[in-house]
């Protein structure tokens, strides 16, 4: 069962454009969600998270947002840039310290 | 030392073969991961210890596996009579106390059994 879902298994956006990876979840006890970003041979690099208490928090270009009712949270990266292109996984806690993590979206920026 | 550290990055190993993957975590974490990643998936959570001591282990965590964190400094992850299916990346991560601030994982070792 899994209880992280990224059914985007890729995804192509224009530079400067914006883009939106989704994630789905299902178990109602995660209160503590994160997004990692990963370059093939790198391990996968933190990127922003947002606790559920929280419907939006914002680090530059990168928004996360939180519908807890949907059980569902989106990445927003704008403007995307070339260095974006990467693997990004979602991931949801429970607070027992364990993440969990998403299959991935493979990102692509086109020129 | 500014990151976690895996050692071998790469390691070919005939099946039935053991083998011992190591991690020096951040100095200051003392929460320590092991996570294992297959072609077209996320990182599978393995085991994880807060400093020497070993919280929770996976189901995907068999027999042949066993993790140690003597002193609760780097740890090490062994697989005794590798198998095809061990394939995969064996990523470590730490963390301190505060999970606001994510994991930090290391390059990962790449196991591949043949």
């Known amino acids: 069962d899994q209880q992280v879902k990224q059914n985007s298994p890729s995804l192509s956006v224009q530079e400067g454009r914006i883009s939106i990876l989704n994630c789905d979840y299902t178990n109602s006890m995660f209160d503590y969600f994160l997004w990692y970003k990963k370059y093939p041979a790198e391990g996968p690099t933190f990127l922003i998270s947002i606790s559920s208490i929280k419907d939006k928090n914002e680090d530059g270009r990168f928004t996360v947002f939180l519908n807890k009712s949907a059980k569902h949270l989106s990445l927003h990266i704008v403007p995307s840039q070339p260095g974006d292109s990467a693997v990004y996984f979602c991931a949801a806690s429970d607070r027992d310290d364990k993440i969990i993590f998403g299959k991935g979206t493979r990102l692509h920026i086109l020129p | 030392d500014t990151g976690v550290s895996q050692n071998p990055r790469h390691k070919i190993t005939k099946r039935g073969q053991n083998v011992t993957f190591r991690c020096d975590p951040i100095?200051?974490?003392?929460?320590l991961y092991w996570y294992r990643q297959t072609l077209g998936q996320g990182p599978e959570f393995l085991t994880y210890?807060?400093?020497?001591?070993?919280?929770?282990k996976s189901r995907l965590l068999s027999d042949r596996f066993s993790a140690e964190r003597p002193k609760g400094s780097f740890s090490t992850l062994e697989i005794q009579r590798t198998e095809q299916g061990d394939s995969a990346m064996y990523l470590c991560?730490?963390?301190?106390?505060?999970?606001?601030?994510?994991?930090?994982f290391g390059s990962g070792t790449r196991l591949t059994v043949v």
């Open positions: 991560a730490s963390s301190a106390e505060e999970l606001g601030y994510g994991y930090t």
């Open positions: 210890f807060q400093n020497e001591a070993q919280l929770e």
């Open positions: 100095s200051e974490h003392n929460r």
